[in-house]
Nanobody, 119 residues
Framework: QVHVVESGGGLVQPGGSLRLSCQASGGSLNYYTFGWFRQVAGKEREGVASIGNDRHTYYAESVEGRFTISRDNAKNTVYLQMNSLKPEDTAVYYC?????????????WGQGTQVTVSS
C-alpha cells in the first residue's frame, strides 16, 4: 500500500511562490508516476502536472511556464514549485501516484493541502 502526504500549502500574495511536497511511502516508488491535481469547492478536480518514472513531465496549459514538477527518488518525494501565483490558483492541491503509467486513473491519493493566493 502506497501512502502519499502533501505539505507546503499556505497563504501567499499574488505573484508569490510556494513549493509543495509530496512524501510517498510503500512500494518501489521509483517506478511510479506522480501527479498533482487541484480542486476548488463546487468545481471538478483538474490535473495540474505529472511526472513519470522516466521524468517526462506534463503541465496543464493554465500553469505552463509558472509551475515545475520534479522528483527526488532517493527521498521518495515529489515537488511542485509554483511561481507567479495568481488568485485563480487558489485550491486544495492533491498529490497522487499510479504504478501503471499507461493508466488514466491514479491509485493512491493524499489528503490535500490548501493553497490560497490573496492580497
Amino acid at each position: 500500500q502506497v501512502h502519499v502526504v502533501e505539505s507546503g500549502g499556505g497563504l501567499v500574495q499574488p505573484g508569490g511562490s510556494l513549493r509543495l511536497s509530496c512524501q510517498a511511502s510503500g512500494g518501489s516508488l521509483n517506478y511510479y508516476t506522480f501527479g498533482w491535481f487541484r480542486q476548488v469547492a463546487g468545481k471538478e478536480r483538474e490535473g495540474v502536472a505529472s511526472i513519470g518514472n522516466d521524468r517526462h513531465t506534463y503541465y496543464a496549459e493554465s500553469v505552463e511556464g509558472r509551475f515545475t514538477i520534479s522528483r527526488d527518488n532517493a527521498k521518495n518525494t515529489v515537488y511542485l514549485q509554483m511561481n507567479s501565483l495568481k488568485p485563480e490558483d487558489t485550491a486544495v492541491y492533491y498529490c497522487a501516484a499510479k504504478s501503471d503509467s499507461r493508466s488514466l486513473a491514479y491509485d493512491y491519493w493524499g489528503q490535500g493541502t490548501q493553497v490560497t493566493v490573496s492580497s
